[in-house]
C-alpha cells in the first residue's frame, strides 16, 4: 500500500473504520454543496469507507501529529488509459479550511502522479462558483483551460428537471509541472 508524507500530513488509503470522520463532513451540505452527491448520513458514511477502501482513487488525507482524517483526495486515470491523463479533486472538512491543507495534500499526490505514475496530464474539474476550488486549483499553478456552459448536472429540481451548472476544467501536463514545482 502506497503512503505519501508531507510535512504535515499522511496521505492513505481508506480503512473501513474512518467512516466516523468521513460523516465528519459528509454530513454538511456547505461540502457536499458542489459534489455530485447529497449529504451523507451515519449508515451512507459506513458503506462509503467501505467503498472507498475497496478503491485506489481516494485517499484520505490526515493530519501527521494525530493521525485525524480530516478530508480526501481524489486521483483517477482516465479512458482512455494510453492518454495518461490523471483527474484530481478534493473535499475537506471545513474545521480545517484555511491552513493549506487541501493544497499540500494535492499538491503532493500531484508529485506522485507526475514522478510515480509517469501521468502526462493532470486535469480538474469545479464549479465556477466554487472560488476556493478554483483558487485552490490555480494556486497548483493549474491552467484553466476551458469555461463550460451548462454541460452537467448532478441534481434536479422537485418535478424531476436537471439542474445544469458550469463547469471550470483545468489543467497541467508533466513537462509544465517539472518547470513549475
Same mark, same amino acid.
Given at each position: 500500500?502506497?503512503? %505519501?508524507?508531507?510535512?504535515?500530513?499522511?496521505?492513505?488509503?481508506?480503512?473501513? /473504520?474512518?467512516?466516523? $470522520? +468521513?460523516?465528519? #463532513?459528509?454530513?454538511?451540505?456547505?461540502?457536499?454543496?458542489?459534489?455530485?452527491?447529497?449529504? #451523507?448520513?451515519?449508515?451512507?458514511?459506513?458503506?462509503?469507507?467501505?467503498?472507498?477502501?475497496?478503491?485506489?482513487?481516494? &485517499?484520505?488525507?490526515? %493530519?501527521?501529529?494525530?493521525?485525524? +482524517?480530516? /478530508?480526501?483526495?481524489?486521483?483517477?486515470?482516465?479512458?482512455?488509459?494510453?492518454? +495518461?491523463?490523471?483527474?484530481?479533486?478534493?473535499?475537506?472538512?471545513?474545521? #480545517?479550511?484555511?491552513?493549506?491543507?487541501?493544497?499540500?495534500?494535492?499538491?503532493?499526490?500531484?508529485?506522485?502522479?507526475? $514522478?510515480?505514475?509517469?501521468?502526462?496530464?493532470?486535469?480538474?474539474?469545479?464549479?465556477?462558483?466554487?472560488?476556493?476550488? &478554483?483558487?485552490?486549483?490555480?494556486?497548483?499553478?493549474?491552467?484553466?483551460?476551458?469555461?463550460?456552459?451548462?454541460?452537467?448536472?448532478?441534481?434536479?429540481?422537485?418535478?424531476?428537471?436537471? %439542474? &445544469?451548472?458550469?463547469?471550470? $476544467?483545468?489543467?497541467?501536463?508533466?513537462? $509544465?509541472? %517539472?518547470?513549475?514545482?
Amino acid at each position: 500500500m502506497t503512503i %505519501l508524507e508531507t510535512e504535515r500530513l499522511i496521505i492513505r488509503k481508506f480503512t473501513p /473504520g474512518d467512516w466516523k $470522520e +468521513l460523516y465528519d #463532513y459528509l454530513s454538511k451540505e456547505s461540502v457536499v454543496k458542489y459534489e455530485p452527491y447529497e449529504v #451523507y448520513n451515519e449508515s451512507d458514511c459506513k458503506k462509503e469507507a467501505i467503498y472507498r477502501s475497496a478503491q485506489d482513487a481516494f &485517499w484520505a488525507v490526515c %493530519l501527521k501529529e494525530n493521525n485525524k +482524517l480530516i /478530508g480526501n483526495v481524489y486521483f483517477q486515470r482516465q479512458e482512455p488509459q494510453e492518454f +495518461l491523463t490523471w483527474e484530481i479533486g478534493f473535499v475537506f472538512n471545513p474545521l #480545517y479550511y484555511g491552513k493549506g491543507y487541501a493544497t499540500e495534500s494535492s499538491k503532493r499526490i500531484m508529485q506522485y502522479g507526475f $514522478e510515480q505514475l509517469n501521468a502526462r496530464r493532470i486535469v480538474a474539474m469545479c464549479n465556477p462558483k466554487n472560488t476556493p476550488s &478554483w483558487k485552490l486549483l490555480e494556486r497548483l499553478n493549474m491552467r484553466r483551460e476551458g469555461h463550460l456552459i451548462q454541460n452537467i448536472f448532478f441534481k434536479c429540481d422537485e418535478k424531476g428537471n436537471p %439542474l &445544469w451548472i458550469d463547469t471550470f $476544467e483545468y489543467a497541467m501536463l508533466a513537462k $509544465e509541472w %517539472l518547470t513549475k514545482k
